[in-house]
């Protein structure tokens, strides 16, 4: 090799080298925007799970709780958010899964009061596989390979279009958090940093592509994002979605 090809080979090497670490860097960021932030989570490759009790039957109620529990056995919270809505005893509203055991039925009510019943509502779930799924109740089936699952309402997105009942400048206006499933098959979780419609709330969803979104909560909305500077470890939750690592 010349010494013309080996500085054009070194420049090729230089080039792809600045080009993954741009892409590796822009993929930590490129979801957030000025009024939400987000995190993306591959259920294939990262240990995603859903917390309601511990093992003497006590609530985790919040991240403080749940960090310090999971520190016990060495395992590292990396991300956590609240994961649906409850009741005042802090037990789920509608339909939950953990690890493959239903702790409580699908909510079939058509009519009722909040935003759990705003028509149509929804499930997300992962199977054993790790796939994830986001549909609406209405045509989801309990099937034997479900690991987690949680049900909330309204759905957000619905096979690519805006939940036809959200209204674009309304002035209902709260923290919000949601998830749905990327182009790529990953999960994208989401807060809003401040009050927010739901209508602009489901837009960022669909701006990213999410065929199927979902409304998780509003108002006690929490996240725990150490990477991003957010660690709101006060709250009183049912269900919590985390993301863990084995501690180093």
Known sequence: MNLKNLFFSFRLI???SLLCFCSKQTSEVQHDTARILAYEVNPKTEQLHFYWKNEQGEIYENFQNLKT???ATQQELIFAMNGGMYKRDQSPQGL???NGQLKSPLDTLQKGFGNFYLQPNGVFY????NNPVIC???VFKLIENIKYATQSGPMLVIDGKLHEKLTKDSINLHIR???????N???LFAMSKEKINFYDFATFFKEKGCENALYLDGFVSKTFLPSKNYQQMDGNFGVI???TKPVQ
């Open 14 to 16: 230089v080039l792809i």
């Open 69 to 71: 529990q999971l520190e």
């Open 96 to 98: 939950y899964v953990e």
């Open 126 to 129: 992962i199977t054993k596989e």
């Open 136 to 138: 609406t109740s209405q």
């Open 177 to 183: 958090n949601g998830v749905g499933i990327l182009p």
């Open 185 to 187: 098959g990953n999960l």
């Open 241 to 243: 979605i985390g993301v």
